[in-house]
């Protein structure tokens, strides 16, 4: 069955799917001001969501709103500007910072291109908050495909925030809930990416942590 052909028979509707992936964006976006002055507007718009992923984004909300802003700024930091194994761009994961991560990012910048959406300067085509605003207010098929495409990607980073304990989790799995069901194909990529960690990592660092069973890093 063709991705969008598994989309549309999906639980979550259109609207639901583009919904969660505008929060999640905005979640998963360095804390200033002005995300915690909307957190009462996603709150509400957290409502118009299925249970899941209604209940994974107000978890995240709740911590936003409950913690000062010089810790969510510190914590932010640690969890995806300090760490490898939860970084939120998505190509990283399968090509590290080897040549072949260039050709990924033209996937997405091409993806952009033709859709007509413009980045910043200072923006990589590949970090999830892109991709998931691109999904969600521009073109939410090519979207989808990008997210699909590099799904493995965003399934080690939600296994490295479930390591970490991190409140970010919810985010994540949020996304998740928006696509098709991991299949065997996916479970043995992340297993061998988990196993292998991402080419060119410098000697000493840490490899990624096994997973669960069952389950598959701006």
Known sequence: MSLLKALRRHPITDRQRA???RMSALLLAYP???LLAD??????AATELPESPRTDLLGVIEWLATTPLPELTERYVETFDLRRRSCLHLTYYAHGDTRNRGAALLVFSNAYR???????????PDHLCVV????ATVDPDSGARLLHRYRAGLELL?????DEDSPYLGAVTAVDTTLPPPNNRLNDTVARL?????????????????????????
Do not use: C, N, Q, Y
């Not at 998931?132 to 999904?135: G, P």
């Open 19 to 21: 919904l969660t992936h």
């Open 132 to 135: 998931l605003e691109f999904a």
């Open 158 to 162: 939600r296994l490295a925030l479930r």
């Open 39 to 44: 957190l009462p507007m996603l709150r509400a």
């Open 194 to 218: 988990i196993a292998e960690g991402p080419p060119g990592e410098e000697v000493g660092l840490a490899p990624f942590a096994p997973p669960e069973t069952g389950r598959v890093h701006s």
């Open 114 to 124: 033709r859709a007509g959406f413009v980045l910043t300067e200072d923006e990589l």
């Open 32 to 34: 200033d001001e002005r």
